[in-house]
């Protein structure tokens, strides 16, 4: 695949389209441009033009709370099924792993933290990471309990106060 | 394999030796019982009768520092490739998912927690795997930069407060 084999930045529009035989306006009227192609390349199930401004539009101290509730929200739905298998691509393809950093640094957690104007904007990128990885593994690919079938308002009281820190709070 | 196929508490050392064609007391020889050789088949490398004592040995309010510090030493040492491993075999089989909720829960943190004697014990242990699986994800797997090569004191001077708040904070 053109992602894999290329990166976020190597890979075209033109060249996905010529490799797939269609015309590049075909892919670029159905996926929306490179961002939505590459996320239904990893099956991630967001549009991050509509997610982002979303998350943005509130008091920056209860992001946290609204990005936990939307990513239980999006995966939930599936019963993270695609959740588990975005993760056992990152951990047996190289090529998906580097997809999943440039989702992480450019499609959501960059793009939310750039717009908060807060200082160690890529250290707080890859935090918040940790802590979001973190849930989805234990939520839906290990299903640990009590957070595997805990309602949202559990989660997001147990976890938010965290990722907030990571997003907003002093870092040490 | 008989703790894939039965979980940790249905597996024998006994069936595992029979299958395997050697004396039940070869493998508590080799492998030390039961709870290190499941560690063993998950390819973790550590010894808990050596690393919950260890942990435990300090004021509790520092033992996130303590469990950071000690994850990062196991894990750096091998590089990561072992934990690689062990996310895709949870991310690709039932029986390695079961098998480590299991670890999680009875041979690491359910063991620390328990013996913190603090409230939401379950609670307070999935939510400190999920920092930790997190941290992993992201350090090892995913390689996101600064996390992934930033050096000890750097990454538990940004996530031990966090994780110390799973373990013995307040939670809501």
């Known amino acids: 695949m053109e992602f894999t084999e290329r990166g976020f930045d190597g890979a075209t529009v033109r060249v996905i389209a010529e490799r797939a035989g269609v015309d590049p306006a075909m892919v670029n009227h159905w996926f929306g441009g490179k961002d939505k192609l590459f996320l239904a390349s990893l099956e991630i199930p967001i549009d991050p033009d509509q997610v982002i401004p979303a998350l943005l539009n509130g008091p920056a101290e ?21 959740l588990v298998a975005l993760m056992r691509s990152v951990s047996s393809h190289e090529g998906a792993a580097a997809m999943f950093r440039e989702f992480i640094t450019r499609v959501i957690f960059g793009r939310l933290i750039s717009a908060l104007g807060v200082d160690q904007p890529e250290l707080r990128t890859a935090l918040a990471a940790t802590q979001m990885a973190g849930l989805g593994m234990v939520r839906y690919v290990v299903r640990l309990e009590p957070l595997a079938s805990a309602d949202h308002d559990t989660v997001v009281a147990a976890i938010a106060p965290n990722l907030q820190r990571y997003l907003t709070g002093p870092l040490s």
């Open 62 to 82: 209860e992001l946290a709370a609204r990005l936990i509730r939307t990513f239980l929200t999006v995966w939930d739905v599936s019963g993270g099924g695609p």
